[in-house]
């Protein structure tokens, strides 16, 4: 008997529709399953025309440096191989860090990380002509070691001093002398300036290499954290320099040392040393140095322009801000010597501005209700800058290029979602990176023009083992709160969705100043463990609350002297929209975040403690006065001006409150948000006699992480969510 083509149909169409793959914590954190690829290692060489990667010879599996052309992907040439660098029988790693002309090779062997931006290492020249290997120091391991420009010397640091390498005579000069542990440092950044200001190398040569601008910090008032390290047959401790909100922090002076005579200037930065130095660099002539000075409340920022052979400086601009000004890395010093760009929010919004060297402002290059978000640089040949901004949505990124004069504005990417973009020396050419909450990473080469080259990467393959296992995609939605708030969210929900059930909630929080989590981008492995839950029955959803970033000044900076109020009512407001949702068990919603999304979650489940029947909080501030004073004093001031906006949303007040199941991680080496605030949130919930589960990692640092921590971590969290939500 012949079956009816329309049931041959249907059976067809369910054979092919196979039910979606089990995600393991296992295919997220130890198999790699869902691994997409990149092409971060190409470096464009300074032609603009060509760059190198290092690549693999595929007959011999020798790898090797190589160098292509960005017209047709082509290999020009070998440069050199692994077999050209082996040192006294030691093999070095390959590396791509060429100094400015393009004949020698900076290698970094060895590498200890320090913390969240520095390292040690041992560094190695090689010379790409005569074959020759120069070990940078044979005296211990160095920091930050740096060409310079001629390519004739390396300048790094250690044990806080600077040092330079002279690579024609080898002799090796110290030009610092006094730094000390915990004490002094010369050219590296402290602790609170590296997590905070974003860098940890603190020194920089001149443009013709005959002089070194360095920071010098004097920490020796700064008061000692001390982290038990558990390693040992007897622990010991570990001892640094870590000022916390309202406490001392080190004195910033800023030096330039001359090589020709061996003398060193001190530069004028005013005689107040309760501030800071968040940015210098190097104007386009070699003797003038641009010093960045800011008040300690961070919303007066002085550019002050220094003659480094005598140290007198003058203020040429000067940015206020009534609540506090983000520091950047875009100002640029253009070429012709008279002008400069920075960003700003002057108006409100993060824009583009052209000034003369006088700080006089020329113009307003950007401008509109969203943000530049980035600065790729600036082709002074046609007088262009390109950038990226949200300015088709806060949810995405987008490439641009624009005049300098303001007109002639041209978007270069294309495909909704989050695009990055790596330019080529000369702006020929620029790889642009694209993903969005449905597709992973999909790399093509551009001309300028924005035209397509070629496809890079499309991680085809990536997106296939997602689709196999039902990773979709997030949904995003926005509500308004009772205050009329719109705020945006998204919700990553069950494959076999059915509207007519009613699931539990994990909501996802982080919650601080300036951040997102509610973007049109691929997920990464903390989002992989939503559909590993989503799997599980569960929905997870995730609200960007106020004080977060690129919706404007007014938006991120509401929470300015009360951080930790109006988070947490948007929190409790969007768990209550979501309670009204007909597919949501309101009995059942629970929230996690970690460090300040931990902290959220604290307050959540103790101020909002009717509306959470669960929450989780890993490495969390519990309360501001044990946080550094540079981020902290930002958006509070100090505990003596605040001390309500300090004490008035710490969870440790209100642990008496906590009603639902709670779960409190903490790695116990953590250098950043200290293991002290767990263990006195833990303190306050034992005295307020509530029941509570909490886990420790031992010696682990604020990120948790390392051999089977990972998995370990999140298996804890999953059976938690499980037992109790």
Not at 180 to 207: L, M, P, Q, R, T
Not at 573 to 590: C, F, H, M, N, T
């Amino acid at each position: 008997m012949k079956l009816p083509l329309i049931i041959l149909m249907l059976m067809g169409s369910t054979a092919l529709a196979q039910p979606p793959k089990n995600i393991t914590l296992e295919d997220i954190f130890q198999k790699g399953t869902f691994d997409t690829k990149t092409v971060s290692g190409l470096r464009s060489l300074r032609d603009g025309k060509t760059y190198v990667s290092i690549e693999s010879n595929p007959e011999t599996k020798i790898a090797y440096v190589a160098k292509s052309n960005y017209r047709d992907g082509k290999i020009v040439e070998a440069i050199y191989t692994e077999k050209d660098i082996i040192f006294k029988g030691k093999k070095l790693p390959l590396s791509t860090d060429f100094n400015q002309d393009e004949t020698k090779v900076l290698i970094a062997a060895d590498s200890e990380p320090i913390y969240r931006r520095s390292s040690k290492a041992n560094y190695y020249v090689f010379d790409l002509a005569s074959k020759k290997i120069t070990e940078v120091s044979s005296k211990g391991k160095q920091q930050f070691a740096t060409f310079s420009p001629d390519g004739s010397k390396v300048a790094f640091v250690r044990d806080n001093n600077i040092f330079i390498k002279d690579l024609l005579n080898l002799q090796e000069v110290q030009i610092t002398q006094d730094g000390a542990s915990n004490k002094i440092i010369n050219g590296g950044a402290d602790w609170v300036y590296e997590e905070e200001f974003a860098f940890a190398k603190a020194f920089f040569w001149s443009s013709d290499s005959k002089k070194i601008a360095y920071y010098k910090f004097n920490e020796t008032e700064v008061p000692v954290y001390s982290m038990t390290i558990f390693e040992q047959l007897y622990p010991h401790e570990y001892q640094y320099k870590y000022p916390k909100a309202g406490e001392k922090n080190s004195i910033v002076s800023i030096h330039c040392y001359q090589l020709a005579d061996g003398k060193t200037t001190r530069i004028d930065v005013g005689n107040e040393q309760n501030q800071y130095i968040p940015r210098i660099k190097w104007t386009q002539n070699p003797n003038l140095l641009c010093v960045l000075r800011m008040n300690r409340h961070q919303n007066k920022l002085d550019y002050l322009f220094a003659d480094v052979t005598t140290g007198t400086s003058k203020v040429v601009l000067t940015e206020e801000n009534k609540y506090y000004i983000n520091v950047n890395d875009d100002l640029t010093f253009l070429q012709n010597g008279k002008q400069f760009l920075l960003t700003s929010e002057h108006d409100g919004y993060n824009h583009l501005y052209l000034y003369d060297m006088d700080g006089n402002k020329i113009r307003q290059i950007t401008a509109g209700a969203w943000l530049v978000t980035k600065l790729y640089g600036v082709n002074e040949k046609t007088g262009t800058a390109y950038y990226q901004s949200t300015e088709k949505s806060p949810l995405q990124r987008d490439i641009y290029a624009i005049d300098v004069t303001g007109k002639n504005k041209k978007q270069l990417s294309n495909s909704p979602g989050t695009n990055s973009a790596t330019f080529s020396t000369d702006f020929s050419y620029y790889i642009l990176n694209h993903s969005d909450t449905h597709s992973p990473a999909y790399i093509t080469l551009n001309d300028k023009d924005g035209r397509l080259v070629r496809v890079l990467e499309d991680n085809k393959k990536a997106k296939q083992i997602a689709d196999q296992y039902g990773i979709k995609g997030s949904e995003f939605f926005q509500f308004s709160t009772a205050n009329g708030i719109n705020l945006n969210g998204y919700l990553v929900k069950p494959v076999d969705f059915d509207p007519s059930k009613k699931y539990p909630v994990l909501m996802y929080v982080y919650g601080g100043p300036g951040s997102q989590n509610v973007t049109d981008s691929w997920t990464g492995s903390r989002s992989l463990w939503f559909y590993y839950l989503a799997q599980k029955g569960y929905i997870v959803a995730c609200i960007d609350n106020r004080g977060t970033g690129f919706r404007g000044e007014e938006f991120q900076k509401s929470t300015y002297l009360n951080l930790g109020r109006l988070e947490t009512e948007d929190q409790i407001e969007g768990a209550k929209w979501l309670s009204k949702q007909p597919y949501v068990d309101p009995e059942r919603i629970g929230i996690w975040g970690w460090s300040y999304g931990g902290y959220m979650a604290s307050l959540c489940i103790t101020r909002g403690a009717d509306i959470f029947k669960l929450a989780i909080a890993v490495a969390p501030v519990t309360t501001w006065r044990y946080y550094d004073s540079i981020y902290t004093e930002r958006y509070l001031r100090t505990p003596q001006e605040n001390p309500q906006g300090y004490d008035d949303n710490s969870p440790i007040n209100y642990a008496d409150r906590l009603k639902g199941k709670f779960l409190l991680i903490h790695g116990t080496g953590d250098d950043n948000v200290h293991f002290q605030n767990s263990i006195m949130f833990s303190e306050a919930l034992i005295q307020a006699n509530k029941p509570f589960e909490q886990a420790y990692y031992p010696n682990k640092n604020h990120g948790i992480h390392g051999g089977n921590t990972s998995i370990h971590l999140y298996g804890k969290m999953t059976d938690f969510i499980m037992k109790n939500l």
